[in-house]
């Protein structure tokens, strides 16, 4: 188990976002996340990443708690994440994008950058070398010297993935990565979240939208509705289950009037 | 389509082939300059040129030319807290107010060699920063310049109240230092002083900006959260801005104390921080040479138009907002990406 959620409950005032909710992830394994727009999905994702304070429960992220920390602790723990509106820094290059993942996995300081002593050197070319091999990883390392915000939407997905893979994490959430994408640049996705397991050995936590791609891609699916976890199973499991079907269709029907 | 319409699209497409080759004329510099033995020439030359300057020229122009590097630190101190990390600042007055005063009171009601106040300085600039940068850390860019000016408002009155800081006065008889047994008594002491001070502080911001900490400020001041999300401390990040912008600010302000050997309270107004901020604004935020440039500009333009009169400044208003609405950049250029 890399991540253990327990009894997680996060409110807005009177609207309850996440409701109790429970749930673990296995090392190694791809799950994915599922409910209607406003269930809480991206709320679940920010208390585990820190950057929404649930009021009840606990995280445990390989045996710690990461309920009080901020963010960028988290994140130097070992969970990266994507968002669901990209939140690249526009106005830097590819390279510089990439290179933030591994701030957190270097040190150098004021006196370090001001004087320039080898091991500064070193690390930057580490930092360097660490952000090409990632860009190569998800295919944009032609891109490397162009601004963010000139590439087309698909290669900005890559550009935060690979931004994320810098950090060098050992779970990775990503938030609805197949948003906004046609149907060959999801078919790549499938093949990049895969290979992001299989070759990299990463825990793979997805939101997703896109029922053929949650289908193709995870080994176990987690429904979430008005904040409450309605099932857990395996793709086959959760479409058969009442429920879901119950949540999706009504909510449908809701939207037909 | 009338002749007047037809006549202003030839207009037109001939502005964007101008531009297109003006912008091609720059990238070809930019290019020469990547050269590093042609790039490290121009600094030589230019350099000695500097250094020769006082000797060929009158001490007006020396004055003038210790002004501009006096501008060009504090401006570049500025760059880091705006235009590295994004942090609109309106009181950067305060910070070479603390300097001046920290180094003038020990001088003058201590006896303290000014070398000494120096280190002191900048412990008082580090107390500075962290005093405007923690209780700020929330706050995003219209409330924080508020802020930031409610402190320069602040730093300036305590001195105009305090009795250790001489009051409305100021401090009056600061005496000059000697360096290796000469008195600093002459204009070219200075220009020298400042102008190696303007070359370590271009040197220490081009070093930041290509440095870890200098990418990290690029990521705060592009969007937190992502940056926060990327593991990037932000608190630590931005406070590391107001404290190094600080620092310059002081030991510019502990130099200026010792030049003018009289401060007081109106030596730091409000309308110094707003004059520091648009020459980086106008030369460019975040761009080192543009920065220089913006300081030597606001420095230099309201001397040369005296013969204007008192309508100079009204002029340099004028220019200044048609600038910013064409090139809200600032005046530096830059290559295409
Ligand atoms: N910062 C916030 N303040 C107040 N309410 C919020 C906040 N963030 C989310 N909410 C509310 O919490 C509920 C869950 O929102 P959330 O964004 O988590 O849903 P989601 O499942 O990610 O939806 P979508 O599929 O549309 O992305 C919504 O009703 C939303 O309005
Ligand atoms: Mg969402």
Redesign the pocket.
């Known amino acids: 188990m890399i991540l253990g959620i327990k009894d997680l409950t996060l409110r807005?005032?009177g609207?309850t976002?996440v409701n109790h909710v429970s749930f673990t992830i296995e090392q190694g394994s791809i799950k994915s996340l599922i409910?209607?727009?406003?269930?809480?999905?991206?709320?679940?994702f920010?208390c585990i990443t820190g950057f929404?304070r649930a009021q009840e429960g606990e995280a445990l992220f390989r045996g710690d708690s990461v309920m009080r920390l901020k963010p960028h602790r988290i994140t130097e723990m070992g969970m990266a994440r994507t968002f669901?509106n990209l939140r690249l820094f526009k106005n830097l290059t590819v390279m510089e994008n990439v290179m933030s993942g591994m701030h957190c996995r270097t040190s150098a300081g004021l006196a370090g950058a001001v004087l320039r002593p080898p091991a500064q050197r070193a690390e930057e070319k580490r930092i360097r070398d660490v952000a090409e091999e990632c860009m190569d990883f998800v295919g944009i390392l032609d891109a490397k010297n162009r601004i963010a915000k000139n590439l087309s939407y698909g290669d900005q997905r890559r550009v935060e993935l690979a931004r994320a893979l810098a950090t060098k994490p050992q779970l990775l959430l990503l938030d609805?990565p197949g948003a906004g994408l046609n149907y060959d640049e999801k078919v790549q996705l499938i093949e990049l979240i895969r290979r992001i397991r299989d070759e990299k050995g990463i825990t793979v936590f997805l939101?997703e939208?896109d029922m053929g791609l949650v289908m193709e891609v995870s080994e176990k699916i987690f429904v979430?509705d008005y904040?409450t976890k309605i099932a857990e199973g395996t793709a086959r499991e959760v479409q058969n289950n009442p429920k879901v079907i119950e949540a999706y269709l009504g909510k449908e029907e809701e939207a037909a009037v | 389509m009338s002749d007047k319409q037809i006549n202003l699209q030839i207009a037109a497409t001939q502005v964007t082939a101008i531009q297109k080759k003006i912008q091609s004329v720059i990238d070809k510099l930019f290019d020469l300059l990547e050269n590093k033995k042609i790039r490290y020439s121009i600094y030589a030359v230019s350099m000695a040129a500097l250094f020769y300057l006082p000797q060929k020229t009158s001490m007006y122009v020396t004055e003038i030319m210790t002004n501009v590097w006096f501008h060009v630190v504090v401006c570049l101190g500025l760059n880091i807290i705006v235009g590295f990390a994004g942090l609109l600042s309106l009181g950067y007055a305060a910070f070479f107010a603390v300097g001046a005063y920290t180094s003038g009171i020990m001088i003058l009601r201590y006896g303290i060699s000014f070398w000494l106040t120096l280190p002191v300085s900048v412990l008082m600039a580090v107390i500075a920063g962290l005093a405007i940068g923690v209780p700020t850390l929330r706050l995003r860019s219209d409330y924080l310049a508020i802020v930031t000016l409610g402190f320069g408002e602040m730093v300036r009155l305590a001195a105009r109240n305090m009795a250790i800081t001489g009051r409305a006065t100021g401090l009056v008889g600061i005496d000059r230092p000697a360096f290796f047994g000469i008195t600093m008594n002459k204009i070219a002491h200075f220009y020298y002083a400042f102008l190696i001070m303007a070359v370590l502080a271009t040197i220490i911001s081009s070093r930041l900006q290509n440095s870890r900490l200098g990418r990290a400020w690029r990521y705060i001041r592009e969007d937190e959260d992502a940056a926060e999300a990327m593991g990037i401390n932000t608190v630590a990040v931005r406070l590391y801005a107001f404290i190094i912008g600080s620092v310059f600010g002081a030991i510019a302000g502990s130099f200026m104390a010792i030049k003018m050997t009289a401060i007081s309270p109106d030596s730091f107004t409000f309308t110094q921080s707003v004059m520091i901020l648009l020459a980086v604004v106008l030369g460019g935020m975040g761009k080192i040479p543009g920065v220089i440039l913006g300081a030597f500009i606001t420095v230099v333009f309201p001397e040369i138009s005296r013969g204007i009169g008192q309508y100079r400044m009204l002029i340099f208003g004028v220019v200044l907002m048609v600038l910013m609405i064409y090139r809200p950049q600032g005046l530096w250029p830059e290559r295409e990406l």
Do not use: D
Request: aromatic fraction near 10%.
């Open positions: 807005f005032g609207l976002a409910g209607p727009n406003g269930a809480g999905k991206t709320s679940l920010n929404y669901q609805e939101i939208h979430l904040g």
